[in-house]
């Protein structure tokens, strides 16, 4: 480890150490991150962990219950008009934002209208905006608790995708903008309000005294989210051991990401160890556009250099399931069609190369300093080198990266996709224009149409054909491979109880409870 590496690490040991015990442990629960939040403003700018701490802030009108059912949340129910293109939502009365001010449907409107604007840059506009699927052509307040959305054609999917957990329209308070209309702080609605954030250090959310909750047990992100702990404190702790060591030395209370060598360690020591199998999913991204990724024979060759089974055993010891499909296994949407991809074989990537005039030149792999990321970049690595593909790793922080593949600044990249619930919203992710954004792998006139065809259908058995011909379509053009799904691996102190994780894989902190050792 380098000096600079090693100085880091003892600081940070320090400030946990220092940070322990500050509000009386069983007042504070001390969550490990591996990075930063991506930004505090809900939608722009986020990744997985952004989306986790602030769902703990802010709602939305509905969201995924454990069942994967969508569920009201903000509303209290709503009706579909006969042709499909009109909502009205119910807002539930005498909810409370975190400045004590009551949710309104005009509040409602705002956010909506906020979220079309392009200055506000939300991640999902398209998903409103007619590019993918019908425009939202008006948000309107018919009352004070009542909210009317209208289509320019019927919007089967509309709930579903309001209830995306990479992107929900979460509904914020409008002082949550300063006048000149840039972001100060989410002011929403959740169990927990934003307390402070320290960069590269640590965020706070305190227990919201006033939150309505609803009725009944935890529920997905919808259901009681009644909160118990005061503080949740969010603690940016790069290195993997740091955090194992902050675990068993009580410095800290939650850590995910564990990997399967340290899992055995931590149970032996007393440390409860949770496995959720999730559908979310380690790719390696494919810059179709990169000069040496043009040639779709290329991209074959490194779909067929490499092992998927194999990959996936030597990264997770069990853990992992190869798959190079959107689709998992588990999905109603699966089929015979999934399994569908170039099968391992090194001899005929190497005439693929020889075809597309490849001469052995550098192909740089960008990957997070994350071990795990690095582990599976690295075996890669060996993999394409074995069929005579030169692969340069690149590592950089989780910040860098996330810069790099905001600007599409990469050729190859091992990039790990949060669980998207239903498949259309991770073909949402990955279909689009680079042109207009970057980060879209899948620029292609048939990817775009077959997924307007799947944005508006509501039958299941012809949604199935469709996904099963994007994947199909995927499997000739390759712009991105399909490593393995990725189950979120947890581990808490034992005076940590209550937790429950769920098939979305992300961390809820409502409903835990934490004692005094």
């Not at 100085?7 to 940070?12: D, R, S, T």
Request: aromatic share 8%; with cysteine; hydrophobic share 40%.
């Amino acid at each position: 480890m380098k000096l600079k590496a090693v100085f880091q690490a003892l600081l940070l040991s320090g400030m946990l150490s220092a940070t322990a015990h500050a509000a009386g442990d069983a007042q504070m629960l001390r969550v490990a991150l591996h990075a930063d939040i991506a930004s505090i403003n809900p939608g722009v700018n986020r990744d997985a962990n952004a989306d986790m701490v602030l769902a703990h802030v802010v709602e939305g009108l509905v969201a995924y219950g454990e069942d994967l059912k969508i569920k009201p949340v903000l509303a209290e129910s709503w009706q579909v008009s006969d042709d499909g293109k009109v909502y009205e939502f119910k807002l539930r009365p005498k909810v409370h934002f975190h400045n004590g001010a009551l949710l309104t449907a005009d509040n409602v409107v705002w956010n909506f209208k906020r979220y079309l604007d392009p200055k506000t840059n939300f991640q999902c506009v398209n998903r409103y905006n007619g590019k993918i699927g019908p425009a939202l052509q008006d948000v309107q307040a018919v009352d004070a608790h009542t909210v009317r959305f209208t289509f320019a054609a019927p919007a089967p999917n509309f709930p579903m995708t309001m209830a995306t957990i990479q992107c929900t329209p979460w509904i914020l308070h409008p002082d949550s903008v300063k006048a000149d209309g840039s972001f100060a702080a989410p002011i929403g609605t959740g169990p927990y309000a934003f307390g402070s954030m320290m960069q590269g250090r640590q965020l706070d959310l305190k227990r919201f005294a006033d939150y309505d909750a609803l009725p009944g047990a935890r529920d997905g992100y919808a259901g009681n989210k009644t909160a118990t702990i005061p503080v949740l404190r969010f603690m940016t702790v790069p290195d993997a051991s740091t955090r194992s060591n902050g675990l068993l030395s009580g410095d800290l209370d939650v850590v995910d990401g564990i990997e399967p060598a340290t899992m055995e360690t931590l149970r032996k020591q007393g440390i409860p160890v949770q496995v959720q199998q999730t559908p979310g999913w380690l790719v390696m991204q494919v810059q179709t556009t990169a000069p040496a990724l043009q040639d779709v024979r290329m991209r074959q060759a490194i779909a067929q250099a490499l092992s998927l089974p194999d990959l996936a055993e030597a990264s997770g010891e069990g853990l992992y399931t190869a798959n190079p499909s959107v689709l998992v296994p588990q999905s109603p949407y699966y089929d015979e069609r999934s399994k569908t991809w170039p099968t391992y074989d090194p001899a005929a990537a190497r005439t693929l190369l020889a075809q597309a005039g490849y001469k052995g030149q550098p192909i740089t792999l960008l990957v997070a300093n994350r071990q795990e990321r690095v582990q599976a970049a690295t075996i890669v690595q060996a993999m394409l080198a074995a069929s005579g593909i030169n692969v340069e790793l690149k590592v950089r922080d989780w910040a860098s990266q996330l810069d790099l593949y905001g600007r599409g600044q990469y050729e190859l990249a091992i990039f790990g996709y949060s669980a998207r619930l239903d498949p259309l919203l991770m073909y949402e992710s990955l279909i689009g224009d680079k042109k207009v954004e970057p980060t879209r792998q899948w620029d292609d006139p048939k990817a775009s149409a077959l997924l307007k065809q799947v944005a508006v259908e509501p039958d299941l058995a012809k949604r199935r054909d469709l996904f099963n011909q994007l994947h199909e379509l995927m499997a000739r053009d390759i712009p991105i491979i399909g490593l393995f799904n990725l189950p979120v691996v947890t581990a808490l102190r034992p005076v940590v109880q209550g937790y429950q994780g769920w098939p979305a894989g992300t961390h809820r902190f409502w409903g835990v409870t934490k004692t005094q050792p």
